[in-house]
């Protein structure tokens, strides 16, 4: 069988429960700064979030790696001007981490369905960039979502080191499945890291675009690199049939 290797964020699961993961982690960051008598005002700590997010994404798009769920509660801190003590930030990384755990996305319309077929006929990976929940907490996700059973491996940036778009987090998925470059297919939404990313390893690659959200991350370029572009997953398997078969000569 050959490889098929998959991205997570729309497109295998949704953005569902945003907010909700939102406030735990807000609520996680104002009792601990409350506990250590730092009694910071509520804009004060959504701003400095916001600030510690955009460190992290600007790392994501600038270097290609992705800063552990420590290293972004680090950047509140350090936005906030406070000194915080180690059991107390352990105790803020393990709740933003774990937020997904009682606020998790949803499966995509049609994987449920589409991806036990998959399995049968490819051998799948999963490519993940992580951000808050690193890959330790979305492999209990997916367990939970009843699709981890379906992958291989998995390759998490929190672990590998780098991101998308960087090759090395493609090769780690054909080494871990014994596969080729050349006989391999990633799925993915965003044109700057799983297409581009998946071409320079030298995969053949298919822009998902069956989640609008994605536009909230990177906006979708009008033209793509990819050999196809999926819109549904019911769709995937004539659209990966026709990927590979063009691939022949």
């Known amino acids: 069988m050959q490889v098929l290797t998959i991205d997570l964020w729309n497109t295998l699961v949704d953005s569902s429960n945003g907010d909700e993961r939102r406030r735990i982690r807000f609520e996680a960051l104002r009792n601990a700064t409350r506990r250590i008598g730092e ?13 510690g997010q955009q460190v992290f994404l600007d790392v994501w798009r600038r270097e290609h790696r992705t800063l552990t769920t420590s ?11 406070i000194e915080v003590p180690e059991d107390v930030h352990d105790e803020v990384v393990k709740a933003f981490a774990e937020s997904i755990l009682h606020a998790p996305p949803r499966l995509l319309d049609g994987v449920a369905e589409v991806l036990p077929g998959l399995a049968e006929t490819n051998r799948l990976a999963l490519i993940s960039d992580t951000a808050f929940s690193p890959g330790s907490v979305l ?14 491996a998995m390759v998490f940036s929190d672990e590998a080191g780098v991101s998308k778009p960087r090759p090395e987090v493609f090769q780690m998925a054909l080494d871990a499945l014994d596969g ?35 536009q909230l991350i990177e906006p979708r370029q009008e033209k793509t690199a990819a050999d196809a572009v999926l819109h549904s997953w019911y769709e995937a398997p004539a659209i990966i049939h026709r990927v590979r078969g063009a691939g022949r000569t």
């Open 180 to 214: 080729k470059a050349e006989d391999s297919i990633h799925i993915g939404d965003i044109e700057r890291t799983d297409v581009a990313g998946a071409k320079k390893a030298g995969f053949k690659a298919i822009l998902y675009t069956g989640d609008p959200a994605t």
């Open 71 to 81: 290293e972004i509660i680090r950047e509140i801190w350090t936005r906030l001007g």
């Open 139 to 152: 492999r209990q996700v997916l367990d939970r979502l009843g699709v981890a059973r379906y992958f291989t």
């Open 39 to 51: 009694n910071r005002s509520d804009e004060e700590l959504q701003n400095a979030y916001l600030a």
